[in-house]
């Protein structure tokens, strides 16, 4: 039996891609130096989880990606960002709960 995959790693070639063509995405901008972005992981990879088939959610390393954080406006990691129709409606940055973020999803996608 194959494994789906619920959390997945972006890579700047598709990052474009991606947003364009799901309509609830989720990208955690992160960087491996980062130790919050290594706290929240199990929060996010829950998350994935929880809105497997609704909501599409991806990791995305801004190590030598600069471009796409600064057209994206990134400046602290870990950063959240809510993408609906190719478009960013919102974001949370830093260290939030599961609830907050399980809040932030139902008021935006739902």
Request: without cysteine.
């Amino acid at each position: 039996m194959m494994k789906e995959i619920i959390y997945t790693d972006l890579t700047a070639d598709k990052f474009e891609k991606v947003i364009l063509e799901k309509d609830h995405v989720i990208i955690e901008f992160k960087a491996k130096w980062s130790g919050v972005s290594h706290l929240i992981n199990p929060i996010i990879k829950g998350i994935a989880k929880r809105y497997q088939g609704s909501v599409d959610v991806y990791s995305f390393d801004t190590d030598g990606n600069f471009e796409i954080i600064k057209k994206y406006g990134v400046s602290k990691l870990p950063t959240l960002m809510f993408f609906n129709e190719g478009k960013p409606i919102d974001a949370i940055v830093g260290a939030h709960s599961k609830m907050e973020i399980i809040e932030r999803i139902e008021s935006l996608f739902n």
